[in-house]
């Protein structure tokens, strides 16, 4: 007779179970969703998913039509709407909210001819809506034009789970204290580098002029920069680089926070250093432009520090205290290589005499349309 083995159940472990159960509960299958992207589509149609951001100032919605052409210029697309009483932007009495297309990219998602367009919000009578600031810098940066204004944003943001917990972080505590992180390297120093990866990437064949990455010194904390841009472009691509950020996050189940001060206490904030320069600066010697800038915008602190967060400096306040390499969000100052400053030189341009300023006031979650609005108003066209 034979005699039968005896089954071995292997247990089947615990977090793998909880990871496949959350997968499931969220509905998404990756793989199975990769055989459906891959269908080809009919000639000559696409899909263009509109993007915009909402009536907080800081949040982006988008949404998708087929277009029965393929665009090659922004001013080729539509204009379309969308209720603007589900976005903080109109009542529900009169809440279609016009999307007029200004900026298009290359759709890393849905890949091919597919295109992702950034685009102005208008409200029923033509106005632009209280969070469309791209119009006023638009019409600045153009009677600014001549200074050749350039910028490169950093855009600083934590990774959270699902529950809004740092990526990573122990459940009932704190990882250990900061040091080890900025641009750190190896498991255990730094949390969620998929989300980087593919958000670095996906920048790039979107079109995107981004610039670098780093890890930052508070765990589960990341940086990107974008630029030098040009005017008007530095907005635009920022605006689309936070989109990718979010996008490309929530396929991995992650969220993306750009609060300035997510974890109070003894933890780094995230900023949008912003360094600037014009035509002048740039040249040889360009560093006594640096330093009439630097005073002018000495003249003008309480004025930007309004315009460097959506809420008037409410949410800087919380990051600007004079610790943590900021300076505190009462006082102005500058100097070669000094982090804690304002206003920095970099000791290379200070070095050479020639090259751009850095501004570290502007909050992770300011509106890049406002921040390089205000420089080019105080700086090239001294108005305030
Ligand atoms: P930091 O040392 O402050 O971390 P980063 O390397 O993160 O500096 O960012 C520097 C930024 O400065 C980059 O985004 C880059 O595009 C930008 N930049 C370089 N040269 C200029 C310039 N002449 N004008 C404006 N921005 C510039
Ligand atoms: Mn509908
Ligand atoms: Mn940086
Ligand atoms: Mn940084
Ligand atoms: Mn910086």
């Keep these: ?24 509960l969220e509905g998404t299958n990756k793989t199975v969703l990769d055989r459906y992207m891959r269908l080809e589509l009919p000639e000559n149609k ?12 800081e949040n982006l919605r988008s949404k998708t039509r087929t277009l029965h052409f393929i665009p090659k210029t922004p001013s080729e697309l539509p204009e379309w709407n969308f209720d603007g009483s589900s976005t903080g932007q109109a009542e529900g009495s009169n809440s279609d909210v016009y999307l007029r297309p200004v900026a298009m990219y290359r759709d890393p998602f849905r890949l091919g001819d597919n295109k992702l367009v950034l685009c102005e919000t208008y409200k029923h009578n033509k106005k632009p809506t ?7 810098c638009l019409e600045v940066m153009t009677r600014a034009a001549e200074s050749r204004p350039w910028f490169g944003m950093e855009q600083e943001y934590t990774l959270l789970d699902t529950d809004n917990h740092p990526l990573g972080w122990p459940k009932n505590g ?27 990437r996906a920048c790039l064949y979107a079109g995107i002029n981004i610039s670098g990455e ?13 630029g030098p841009c040009e005017g008007i472009s530095m907005g ?39 360094n600037f320069s014009t035509q002048e600066m740039r040249e040889p010697n360009g560093i006594a432009e640096i330093e009439k800038a630097i005073e002018k915008m000495s003249k003008v602190h309480e004025e930007h520090i309004k315009a460097y967060d959506p809420k008037g400096g409410k949410d800087n306040e919380r990051r600007l205290t004079g610790h943590h390499e900021t300076s505190s969000i009462h006082d102005f ?11 920095r030189i970099p000791r290379g341009v200070a070095e050479e005499k020639t090259g751009y300023l850095e501004d570290r006031r502007p909050s992770s979650n300011a509106d890049p349309y406002v921040v390089s609005e205000r420089l080019v108003r105080t700086i090239c066209l001294d108005e305030c």
């Excluded at 034979?2 to 793998?16: N, T, Y």
Aim: charge should be negative; proline fraction near 8%.
């Design 236 to 274: 635009d691509d920022l605006w689309m680089a936070r989109y990718l950020l979010h996008r490309v996050a929530e396929d991995f189940g992650i969220v993306v926070s750009l609060d300035p001060k997510p974890i109070p206490g003894d933890w780094n904030g995230a900023g949008m250093h912003t």
């Design 46 to 57: 696409c899909q263009a998913m509109y993007i915009w951001v909402d009536g907080t100032g």
């Design 214 to 226: 780093n890890a930052e010194v508070m765990p589960a904390q990341w940086e990107f920069q974008v």
């Design 333 to 343: 100052s500058a100097g070669v290589a000094n982090r804690g400053c304002s206003i």
């Design 1 to 24: 007779a034979c005699v039968e083995k005896p089954r071995v159940h292997l247990p089947v472990p615990r977090r793998s179970l909880g990871t496949m159960s959350h997968f499931q």
């Design 174 to 200: 704190f990882p250990g204290p900061q040091g080890p992180y900025y641009c750190g390297v190896g498991a255990g120093k730094v949390y969620g580098r998929d989300v980087v990866e593919a958000h670095y």
């Design 130 to 136: 209280d969070t469309n600031n791209r119009r006023e």
